[in-house]
């Protein structure tokens, strides 16, 4: 039975969305329409906080943000995961929402004591699949959720079982250390006062630094914090600092396929000149 914490969306709302992901029909209930789709997500649909840079307001309602990516936007995990368990849903897989934190440091307390993350799990055909396409620089595919290892090129993660729920653990290239989550079922509404404060809050890495990231074909995983651009392939880890405006927003669009309006456009070039730079580098 579908978890009533997923909302519904309606049809032409499911098949925008599915025309952004290339998806030309409705599609069948199954293991690879899954795989599918989620590939298709986490490499065309990026993670980022541009609407918080920028100003714009956003919540977490999932039926909302469907409808946004549906036309064209992104955002960070309530956003992302949000809207593509409701999109899921609306096909008619069994979708469970969850609490989770990721976690920098790992000296912090295990378990989940603020809900900085939504995460899901998919029952199908009576096993349990981990699915989150709002990590930035994580899954390529949903996992059986068991205890183990996972390789999706060019990254390595882990999963094990604990007292509070799963652990999800990041490859050491990765952009956080681990993810904790509980098992037991959460609600949209469980996550308004932790987007509330990571997109206000002075303290929050959110507001402090402009953050975008996704899959690029083949084996490859982009990130852009500030100006810095990142990509991590089979041959290692590679940096360069983006020094114009122009090879910024080039970078957006072209390589994170990020998909800029007139709500952006105002606040674009402001954000590039407060972005912090390196010493010695040039404000274009």
């Given amino acids: 039975m579908q978890e009533p914490s997923v909302p519904r969306i309606g ?80 096909l008619g897989f069994d979708v469970t929402l969850h609490r989770g934190q990721v976690k920098k440091a790992p000296a912090l307390p295990d378990g989940v004591h603020f809900a900085n993350h939504l995460t899901m799990t998919v029952r199908l055909d009576g096993r349990r699949w981990f699915v989150d396409v709002g990590l930035g620089d994580g899954l390529l595919g949903p996992v059986p959720l068991r205890p183990g290892v996972v390789r999706h090129p060019p990254l390595t993660f882990a999963f094990a079982e604990a007292a509070w729920g799963w652990r999800f653990t990041h490859d050491p290239r990765g952009s956080f250390t681990v993810m904790d989550w509980e098992d037991r079922p959460a609600r949209p509404q469980d996550f308004v006062a932790a987007h509330e404060l990571l997109s206000t809050a002075s303290t929050s890495t959110f507001v402090r630094r402009f953050i975008v990231t996704n899959r690029g074909p083949g084996e490859v995983v982009w990130s852009l914090v500030d100006r810095l651009l990142t990509r991590i392939d089979g041959d290692g880890v590679h940096r360069r600092e983006l020094t114009t405006f122009d090879q910024w927003r080039r970078e957006l669009e072209e390589t994170f396929l990020l998909r800029l309006d007139d709500r952006h456009a105002a606040g674009l070039r402001l954000l590039w000149q407060r972005l912090p730079q390196r010493p010695g580098i040039p404000t274009g």
């Fill in 11 to 90: 049809d032409e709302v499911v098949r925008r969305y599915l025309a952004r992901l290339d998806e030309p029909g409705r599609p069948r209930v199954n293991l690879a329409t899954l795989v599918r789709l989620h590939e298709r997500h986490v490499r065309r649909v990026p993670y980022h906080n541009l609407d918080i840079q920028v100003g714009l307001p956003t919540d977490v309602d999932p039926a909302g943000n469907a409808a946004r990516l549906a036309d064209g936007d992104a955002g960070y995990c309530f956003h992302l995961n949000g809207a593509f368990a409701a999109l899921l849903a609306a």
